[in-house]
């Protein structure tokens, strides 16, 4: 005669589940589906762009990285760099910047790391970068901006940028986390070229003396790492650099 098992000792690994709970979870798998694939043009897009600004530029590259090679770039253009903590309260604020975080939250300006905005011309970029903040941190947002500014200035990147913001179905948060996302990988891929990146990282494998070779934080360098297939990073891989 077959035992018969006792209820309490079941376990229950299958819980229904209702309509409403299924269609939610398919549209946000197709959300972070959508979202990669978004991430991906952009950070192709981004690598096109620093192989011209690298290539463009007449002198050897010397590390950690400055903002020389973007400067060179745009030589057509004049950089003014600010200071954002003069302006924190100013009115111009709301209408020159982001004014989100990247999780799509509305921040006190206080919590801003910098912005831009060009002048009536458009030959003149104002660059506003936290000055309280670290010199690495000041570096990464002042080329962080730049790209920004670069970006503007493509009209095949404008057209690109218009239609996910008219036709994708992410909701509009997810892409401004999205555009600044890809923004602070662009960052990291100029500060930390990949085939530089290869070659150090046969030399040393401290990523704490990596990280102060490149002028970066060491959370930047491990995510750069595990972009670059070279190393597992012990980050969140939706973590944003």
Not at 100 to 107: H, I, R, T
Not at 132 to 157: G, P, V, W, Y
């Amino acid at each position: 005669m077959p035992s018969s098992s006792n209820p309490s000792q079941r376990t229950e690994t299958n819980v229904a589940q209702s309509p409403d709970e299924i269609e939610s979870a398919v549209l946000e798998f197709k959300q972070k589906q959508g979202y990669h694939v978004l991430l991906n043009r952009l950070t192709n897009y981004s690598q096109k762009l620093i192989d011209d600004i690298f290539r463009q530029y007449p002198y050897q590259i010397t590390f950690p990285m400055g903002t020389k090679p973007m400067e060179h770039f745009l030589s057509g253009f004049e950089i003014e760099y600010c200071s954002l903590e003069e302006i924190l309260d100013s009115v111009l604020i709301p209408h020159f910047c982001n004014p989100f975080d990247s999780e799509g939250k509305d921040p006190s300006p206080h919590y801003l790391e910098g912005f831009w905005f060009p002048d009536e011309s458009m030959k003149r970029v104002y660059i506003f970068v936290k000055t309280s903040s670290n010199a690495n941190r000041q570096i990464f947002t002042k080329i962080h901006e730049l790209f920004h500014f670069c970006q503007s200035l493509d009209m095949a990147f404008v057209k690109l940028l218009e239609k996910i913001i008219t036709e994708s179905t992410l909701p509009s948060d997810l892409v401004r986390r999205l555009i600044e996302r890809s923004a602070n990988k662009a960052t990291a891929m100029y500060l930390i070229p990949e085939e530089h990146l290869r070659k150090k990282y046969k030399e040393t494998r401290d990523t704490r003396e990596l990280a102060k070779f490149y002028g970066v934080s060491q959370k930047t360098l491990e995510i750069r790492l595990e972009e670059c297939g070279i190393m597992n990073s012990p980050h969140n891989p939706l973590d944003t650099l």
